[in-house]
């Protein structure tokens, strides 16, 4: 609809909902400073959530959460605001994604999985059950997660390694 400058007059003139669609790839700076300018402004963040996905009604989405196409939610999952869950990722049940974090298409998080905010996980990867990967990560496409990750780290492969500090 315009810039960013544009917002204030945006609410001036009634406008009261608002949906940042700015995606990250490791680093979701761009989308947490927009998110936070849209709130302070006043703005409702709804969730967005394709018709053909499933989310549980026992799974917690805050707000701002964008869930894709045929992306499914189990039961006891808990989304923290700002995460995107992109088109065909699994979320088993009692996962727990932080704020900000990138599911990226085709992931499968298996139940119990914990993501550290600002994390990004790529397509087509799997993570164990009951692992934890920590906040400011990136996870390189097509990874199997078998071990805990770390904060501020890069790691891929198959099983997947750490391979550098962010």
Known sequence: MGYDKDLPSL???????????????GN??????????????GFAIPNIVDTSAKVSKYA?????????????VNAGAVIRQGAIINSGAIVEHDCEIGEFVHIAPGTVLCGGVKIGEHSHIGSNSIVKQGILIGSNCI?????VVTKEIRDSVMAYGNPCREVKKL
């Open 60 to 72: 917690q989405i805050d707000k701002g959460v964008f869930i894709g196409k045929q992306a499914i």
């Open 28 to 41: 979701p700076s761009v989308r947490i400073n927009i998110f936070n300018t849209l709130c302070e402004m």
């Open 139 to 143: 996870i390189g496409m097509g990874s």
């Open 11 to 25: 609410y001036k003139d009634g406008y009261r909902h608002a949906f940042v669609a700015v995606g990250s790839i």
